[in-house]
Nanobody
Framework: HVQLVESGGGSVQAGGSLRLSCAIS????????VGWFRQVPEKEREGVAV???????IYANSVKGRFTISKDNAKNSLYLQMNSLKPEDTAMYYC????????????????WGRGTQVTVS
């Protein structure tokens, strides 16, 4: 019943912006953590930004000051505003949901979307 669906990926020039969205259904607990992760071929999945139920956030050092994670509880949606994009941001971006552990470690998340591609040139 739990389902996550990403959207908003695309191709942009360096310095440009994109806004990713994730529709989430099937949340079962009062407390939880959701976030964005990215992965390139032959590399480990990397935590980008996460947000817990009460709004506390954690960002990877590589995106601090450029990316902003947010959520809309009424719409059951998660967002990632990405500004000042760099070629090294190119990856498949996934949204994920898990327990109340606030962490960028991908192995602490249980549910995953199928991903949306972001390409920066």
């Amino acid at each position: 019943h739990v389902q996550l669906v990403e959207s908003g990926g695309g191709s942009v020039q360096a310095g440009g912006s994109l806004r990713l969205s994730c529709a989430i259904s099937g949340v079962r607990y009062r407390r939880y953590c959701v976030g964005w992760f990215r992965q390139v071929p032959e590399k480990e999945r990397e935590g980008v930004a996460v947000i817990e139920s009460d709004g506390i956030t954690i960002y990877a050092n590589s995106v601090k000051g450029r990316f902003t994670i947010s959520k809309d509880n009424a719409k059951n949606s998660l967002y990632l505003q990405m500004n000042s994009l760099k070629p090294e941001d190119t990856a498949m971006y996934y949204c994920a949901a898990g327990s109340a552990f606030t962490t960028l470690r991908h192995d602490r998340y249980t549910y995953w979307g199928r991903g949306t591609q972001v390409t920066v040139s």
